[in-house]
Protein backbone atom coordinates (compact mmCIF):
# COMPACT_ATOMS: atom_id res chain seq x y z
CA UNK A 1 0.00 0.00 0.00
CA UNK A 2 1.07 3.56 -0.93
CA UNK A 3 1.78 6.01 1.26
CA UNK A 4 -0.45 9.25 1.63
CA UNK A 5 0.44 11.70 -1.09
CA UNK A 6 -0.69 15.01 1.12
CA UNK A 7 -2.57 15.40 4.63
CA UNK A 8 -4.19 17.72 6.84
CA UNK A 9 -4.69 17.58 10.69
CA UNK A 10 -8.23 18.96 11.60
CA UNK A 11 -10.47 19.62 14.25
CA UNK A 12 -14.66 20.32 13.64
CA UNK A 13 -16.16 22.54 15.61
CA UNK A 14 -17.94 19.55 17.94
CA UNK A 15 -13.66 19.26 19.25
CA UNK A 16 -13.14 15.81 17.16
CA UNK A 17 -9.86 15.57 15.55
CA UNK A 18 -9.39 14.09 11.93
CA UNK A 19 -6.98 13.18 10.19
CA UNK A 20 -7.32 13.40 6.07
CA UNK A 21 -4.94 11.37 3.93
CA UNK A 22 -5.06 11.67 0.40
CA UNK A 23 -3.18 9.11 -1.43
CA UNK A 24 -1.78 8.76 -5.20
CA UNK A 25 -4.80 8.35 -7.80
CA UNK A 26 -6.91 10.42 -5.74
CA UNK A 27 -8.24 7.93 -3.29
CA UNK A 28 -8.92 9.57 -0.16
CA UNK A 29 -9.43 8.24 3.53
CA UNK A 30 -10.54 10.42 7.14
CA UNK A 31 -9.37 9.14 10.45
CA UNK A 32 -10.78 9.99 13.65
CA UNK A 33 -8.54 10.24 16.77
CA UNK A 34 -8.51 10.71 20.25
CA UNK A 35 -6.66 13.91 20.51
CA UNK A 36 -3.78 16.02 17.79
CA UNK A 37 -1.10 13.86 19.47
CA UNK A 38 -3.61 10.97 18.57
CA UNK A 39 -3.37 12.00 15.04
CA UNK A 40 0.18 12.41 14.23
CA UNK A 41 0.62 8.81 15.62
CA UNK A 42 -1.60 7.92 13.08
CA UNK A 43 -0.19 10.04 10.46
CA UNK A 44 3.32 8.98 11.37
CA UNK A 45 2.18 5.62 11.34
CA UNK A 46 0.40 5.74 7.63
CA UNK A 47 3.86 7.12 6.31
CA UNK A 48 5.78 4.55 6.84
CA UNK A 49 3.52 2.08 4.22
CA UNK A 50 6.70 3.62 1.62
CA UNK A 51 6.53 0.88 -0.57
CA UNK A 52 9.98 0.06 -1.39
CA UNK A 53 11.19 -1.50 -4.90
CA UNK A 54 12.24 -5.38 -4.76
CA UNK A 55 15.19 -4.28 -7.28
CA UNK A 56 18.06 -3.30 -5.31
CA UNK A 57 19.92 0.19 -4.65
CA UNK A 58 22.72 1.47 -5.81
CA UNK A 59 24.22 4.84 -4.48
CA UNK A 60 22.96 7.11 -1.92
CA UNK A 61 19.19 6.97 -2.00
CA UNK A 62 16.64 9.49 -0.74
CA UNK A 63 15.72 7.78 1.86
CA UNK A 64 19.52 7.81 2.81
CA UNK A 65 18.81 11.34 3.08
CA UNK A 66 15.89 11.61 5.98
CA UNK A 67 18.01 11.16 8.99
CA UNK A 68 20.26 13.70 7.74
CA UNK A 69 17.60 16.19 7.46
CA UNK A 70 15.74 14.98 10.57
CA UNK A 71 18.80 15.90 12.65
CA UNK A 72 19.33 19.32 10.60
CA UNK A 73 15.44 20.68 11.42
CA UNK A 74 15.55 18.72 14.79
CA UNK A 75 14.61 21.74 17.19
CA UNK A 76 13.25 24.43 14.86
CA UNK A 77 10.44 26.14 14.43
CA UNK A 78 9.49 24.20 11.11
CA UNK A 79 10.98 21.22 12.07
CA UNK A 80 7.49 18.90 11.12
CA UNK A 81 6.62 21.00 7.85
CA UNK A 82 9.76 20.24 6.36
CA UNK A 83 9.96 16.62 7.24
CA UNK A 84 6.96 16.52 5.90
CA UNK A 85 7.41 17.73 2.48
CA UNK A 86 10.40 16.28 2.40
CA UNK A 87 8.82 12.33 3.24
CA UNK A 88 6.03 13.66 0.41
CA UNK A 89 9.04 13.60 -2.43
CA UNK A 90 10.86 10.97 -0.87
CA UNK A 91 7.13 8.92 -1.78
CA UNK A 92 7.05 10.65 -4.99
CA UNK A 93 10.36 9.97 -6.18
CA UNK A 94 11.24 6.61 -4.43
CA UNK A 95 12.38 5.60 -1.19
CA UNK A 96 15.17 3.70 -2.67
CA UNK A 97 16.20 5.77 -6.06
CA UNK A 98 19.99 6.87 -5.98
CA UNK A 99 19.73 10.64 -5.56
CA UNK A 100 21.88 10.92 -8.37
CA UNK A 101 19.45 9.51 -10.82
CA UNK A 102 17.21 11.68 -10.36
CA UNK A 103 16.61 13.43 -14.16
CA UNK A 104 14.61 16.71 -15.04
CA UNK A 105 11.66 14.16 -16.48
CA UNK A 106 10.99 13.22 -12.71
CA UNK A 107 10.93 16.45 -10.97
CA UNK A 108 8.70 17.63 -13.49
CA UNK A 109 6.63 14.42 -12.74
CA UNK A 110 6.60 15.44 -9.21
CA UNK A 111 5.50 18.64 -9.51
CA UNK A 112 2.77 17.60 -11.79
CA UNK A 113 1.58 15.24 -8.86
CA UNK A 114 1.74 17.92 -6.59
CA UNK A 115 -0.61 20.12 -8.42
CA UNK A 116 -2.86 17.36 -9.15
CA UNK A 117 -3.30 17.70 -5.42
CA UNK A 118 -4.27 20.99 -5.44
CA UNK A 119 -0.51 22.38 -3.71
CA UNK A 120 0.01 25.94 -4.54
CA UNK A 121 3.13 27.09 -6.45
CA UNK A 122 4.98 28.21 -3.50
CA UNK A 123 4.11 24.97 -1.67
CA UNK A 124 5.51 22.79 -4.99
CA UNK A 125 8.50 25.17 -4.34
CA UNK A 126 9.46 24.74 -0.96
CA UNK A 127 9.03 20.82 -1.70
CA UNK A 128 11.40 21.51 -4.92
CA UNK A 129 13.74 23.03 -2.43
CA UNK A 130 14.16 19.82 -0.12
CA UNK A 131 15.13 17.85 -3.14
CA UNK A 132 17.73 20.61 -3.38
CA UNK A 133 18.95 19.89 0.30
CA UNK A 134 18.86 16.11 -0.54
CA UNK A 135 21.11 16.37 -3.34
CA UNK A 136 23.46 18.53 -0.95
CA UNK A 137 23.38 16.07 1.53
CA UNK A 138 24.42 13.23 -0.92
CA UNK A 139 27.19 15.13 -2.00
CA UNK A 140 28.35 15.66 1.47
CA UNK A 141 27.73 12.44 3.29
CA UNK A 142 26.97 9.93 -0.30
CA UNK A 143 30.14 10.74 -2.18
CA UNK A 144 28.19 11.90 -4.88
CA UNK A 145 30.37 13.77 -7.22
CA UNK A 146 27.86 15.22 -9.73
CA UNK A 147 24.35 15.80 -10.28
CA UNK A 148 22.41 16.96 -13.26
CA UNK A 149 20.16 20.08 -13.38
CA UNK A 150 16.94 20.47 -12.27
CA UNK A 151 13.75 22.97 -13.14
CA UNK A 152 13.80 26.06 -11.44
CA UNK A 153 11.14 27.45 -9.23
CA UNK A 154 7.69 28.03 -10.53
CA UNK A 155 6.36 31.22 -10.83
CA UNK A 156 4.17 32.64 -7.53
CA UNK A 157 1.30 34.52 -8.45
CA UNK A 158 0.91 36.12 -5.35
CA UNK A 159 -0.77 39.26 -6.20
CA UNK A 160 -4.52 39.03 -5.71
CA UNK A 161 -7.23 41.68 -5.73
CA UNK A 162 -8.94 40.81 -3.19
CA UNK A 163 -9.21 42.50 0.17
CA UNK A 164 -11.55 42.91 2.98
CA UNK A 165 -14.06 45.91 2.52
CA UNK A 166 -15.24 47.54 5.77
CA UNK A 167 -18.58 46.23 5.40
CA UNK A 168 -17.22 42.59 5.05
CA UNK A 169 -15.05 42.82 8.32
CA UNK A 170 -18.13 44.29 10.20
CA UNK A 171 -20.88 41.92 8.89
CA UNK A 172 -18.50 38.88 9.58
CA UNK A 173 -17.77 40.07 13.39
CA UNK A 174 -21.28 40.62 14.02
CA UNK A 175 -22.68 36.91 12.57
CA UNK A 176 -19.93 35.74 15.25
CA UNK A 177 -20.73 37.66 17.79
CA UNK A 178 -24.09 36.73 17.22
CA UNK A 179 -22.94 33.11 17.73
CA UNK A 180 -21.00 33.50 20.94
CA UNK A 181 -17.59 33.50 19.11
CA UNK A 182 -16.26 36.29 21.05
CA UNK A 183 -12.55 35.47 21.09
CA UNK A 184 -12.79 34.76 17.18
CA UNK A 185 -14.48 38.46 16.02
CA UNK A 186 -11.42 39.96 18.51
CA UNK A 187 -9.02 37.98 16.49
CA UNK A 188 -10.55 39.38 13.40
CA UNK A 189 -10.42 42.68 14.29
CA UNK A 190 -7.21 42.21 15.46
CA UNK A 191 -5.50 40.56 12.60
CA UNK A 192 -7.58 43.38 10.61
CA UNK A 193 -6.23 45.85 12.12
CA UNK A 194 -2.33 44.87 12.80
CA UNK A 195 -1.61 42.98 9.68
CA UNK A 196 0.32 40.20 11.90
CA UNK A 197 0.87 36.40 10.70
CA UNK A 198 -1.61 34.59 12.56
CA UNK A 199 1.03 32.89 14.15
CA UNK A 200 2.94 35.92 15.64
CA UNK A 201 -0.77 36.90 17.27
CA UNK A 202 -0.70 33.47 18.93
CA UNK A 203 2.56 33.88 20.24
CA UNK A 204 1.45 36.67 22.25
CA UNK A 205 2.15 36.68 26.00
CA UNK A 206 0.62 39.45 28.46
CA UNK A 207 4.58 40.65 28.83
CA UNK A 208 4.21 42.09 25.36
CA UNK A 209 0.90 44.17 25.06
CA UNK A 210 2.39 47.52 26.96
CA UNK A 211 -0.65 49.18 27.39
CA UNK A 212 0.23 52.49 28.93
CA UNK A 213 2.33 52.74 26.36
CA UNK A 214 -0.05 51.38 23.54
CA UNK A 215 2.04 48.89 21.71
CA UNK A 216 2.67 45.10 20.98
CA UNK A 217 5.65 43.46 20.69
CA UNK A 218 6.05 40.57 18.02
CA UNK A 219 9.21 38.11 19.00
CA UNK A 220 10.34 35.21 18.01
CA UNK A 221 13.45 34.02 19.67
CA UNK A 222 14.00 31.04 16.91
CA UNK A 223 15.31 32.99 14.02
CA UNK A 224 13.84 32.48 10.30
CA UNK A 225 13.08 33.39 7.39
CA UNK A 226 9.25 34.61 9.11
CA UNK A 227 11.30 36.09 12.40
CA UNK A 228 9.97 39.73 11.82
CA UNK A 229 10.77 40.91 15.34
CA UNK A 230 9.16 44.37 15.92
CA UNK A 231 7.52 46.54 18.31
CA UNK A 232 4.30 48.37 16.79
CA UNK A 233 1.85 51.20 18.02
CA UNK A 234 -1.56 49.37 18.40
CA UNK A 235 -4.28 50.79 16.71
CA UNK A 236 -6.92 51.99 18.73
CA UNK A 237 -9.31 48.90 17.36
CA UNK A 238 -6.89 46.64 18.17
CA UNK A 239 -6.08 47.76 21.89
CA UNK A 240 -9.89 47.48 21.96
CA UNK A 241 -10.25 44.59 20.74
CA UNK A 242 -7.01 42.56 22.37
CA UNK A 243 -7.29 44.06 25.87
CA UNK A 244 -10.44 41.62 27.31
CA UNK A 245 -7.99 39.00 26.69
CA UNK A 246 -4.88 39.81 28.71
CA UNK A 247 -3.95 37.54 31.37
CA UNK A 248 -3.76 37.64 34.68
CA UNK A 249 -0.10 36.83 34.32
CA UNK A 250 2.79 38.33 31.94
CA UNK A 251 4.00 34.52 30.88
CA UNK A 252 0.41 33.28 29.56
CA UNK A 253 -0.61 33.67 26.34
CA UNK A 254 -3.06 36.16 25.50
CA UNK A 255 -5.04 33.95 22.99
CA UNK A 256 -6.20 30.38 23.67
CA UNK A 257 -7.68 30.08 19.77
CA UNK A 258 -5.80 27.87 17.44
CA UNK A 259 -5.63 28.48 13.58
CA UNK A 260 -8.12 25.48 12.64
CA UNK A 261 -10.74 26.68 15.34
CA UNK A 262 -10.27 30.53 13.91
CA UNK A 263 -10.55 29.57 10.03
CA UNK A 264 -13.66 27.33 10.72
CA UNK A 265 -15.48 29.62 12.16
CA UNK A 266 -14.63 32.88 9.95
CA UNK A 267 -15.27 30.44 6.68
CA UNK A 268 -18.79 29.89 8.71
CA UNK A 269 -19.32 33.10 8.86
CA UNK A 270 -18.02 34.41 5.59
CA UNK A 271 -20.61 31.47 3.77
CA UNK A 272 -23.84 32.87 6.31
CA UNK A 273 -23.19 36.25 4.94
CA UNK A 274 -22.85 35.50 1.50
CA UNK A 275 -19.23 36.59 0.72
CA UNK A 276 -16.84 34.91 -1.40
CA UNK A 277 -12.89 35.79 0.65
CA UNK A 278 -10.29 32.81 -0.41
CA UNK A 279 -7.76 32.44 2.12
CA UNK A 280 -9.53 35.10 4.55
CA UNK A 281 -7.09 34.90 7.40
CA UNK A 282 -3.72 35.66 5.22
CA UNK A 283 -6.38 38.13 3.17
CA UNK A 284 -6.62 40.09 6.38
CA UNK A 285 -2.64 40.56 6.49
CA UNK A 286 -2.76 41.20 2.61
CA UNK A 287 -5.43 44.13 3.36
CA UNK A 288 -3.95 45.63 5.77
CA UNK A 289 -0.65 46.13 3.54
CA UNK A 290 -3.16 47.28 0.36
CA UNK A 291 -4.22 50.20 3.07
CA UNK A 292 -1.01 51.22 3.83
CA UNK A 293 0.32 50.46 -0.10
CA UNK A 294 -2.63 52.77 -1.26
CA UNK A 295 -2.26 55.48 1.16
CA UNK A 296 1.05 56.09 -0.58
CA UNK A 297 3.51 54.40 2.28
CA UNK A 298 6.29 53.29 0.52
CA UNK A 299 7.49 49.86 0.97
CA UNK A 300 10.24 49.89 3.29
CA UNK A 301 7.75 50.89 5.69
CA UNK A 302 5.38 48.46 4.82
CA UNK A 303 8.07 45.90 5.11
CA UNK A 304 8.56 47.18 8.39
CA UNK A 305 5.51 46.82 9.83
CA UNK A 306 4.08 43.69 8.86
CA UNK A 307 7.43 41.87 9.90
CA UNK A 308 9.59 41.09 6.05
CA UNK A 309 13.10 40.96 5.15
CA UNK A 310 12.77 42.10 1.38
CA UNK A 311 10.91 45.39 0.38
CA UNK A 312 10.16 42.47 -3.07
CA UNK A 313 7.90 40.59 -0.68
CA UNK A 314 5.78 43.49 0.43
CA UNK A 315 4.81 44.25 -3.71
CA UNK A 316 2.07 41.54 -3.48
CA UNK A 317 0.20 44.03 -1.08
CA UNK A 318 0.59 46.56 -2.67
CA UNK A 319 -2.37 47.99 -4.94
CA UNK A 320 -2.04 51.07 -6.72
CA UNK A 321 -5.40 52.82 -6.97
CA UNK A 322 -5.99 54.44 -10.53
CA UNK A 323 -6.02 57.84 -8.55
CA UNK A 324 -2.89 57.87 -6.84
CA UNK A 325 -1.43 57.78 -10.74
CA UNK A 326 -3.24 61.38 -11.75
CA UNK A 327 0.08 62.99 -10.76
CA UNK A 328 1.84 60.72 -13.64
CA UNK A 329 -0.94 62.04 -15.78
CA UNK A 330 -1.02 65.70 -14.97
CA UNK A 331 3.09 65.52 -15.99
CA UNK A 332 2.77 63.36 -19.36
CA UNK A 333 -0.11 65.64 -20.03
CA UNK A 334 1.63 69.09 -20.02
CA UNK A 335 1.98 70.48 -23.47
CA UNK A 336 6.30 70.35 -24.67
CA UNK A 337 8.16 73.11 -26.62
Known amino acids: MNAPSSWKITRRASGQWVLNLVYPGGRRRQL??????HAEQRLAEALKTIEKPAAPCHGFTLGDTLPHLEERYAGKVSERTSLDYARQVINVLGHRTPVQEIQVKDVQRMIAHFQRNGNQASTINAKISKLRLMREIAVIHGGVQSLPPIPRNLPVHNLQDRVWSDEEMRLVC?????????QEAAMVVFLGEMGCRFSEAARLKGLDVNTEKGTVRFFKPTKDNKE?????RLTPRALEAIQPYLPPMPQMRVWTLKYNQLEYQVDKA?????????RAIHTLRHTVGSRLGNNGEPLLKIMAWLGHHETSTCERYVHMCTDHLDSCYEILSQRRG
Open 174 to 182: QDLLMRDKR
Open 270 to 278: LARCGIDMP
Open 228 to 232: GNRVL
Open 32 to 37: SCDSKK
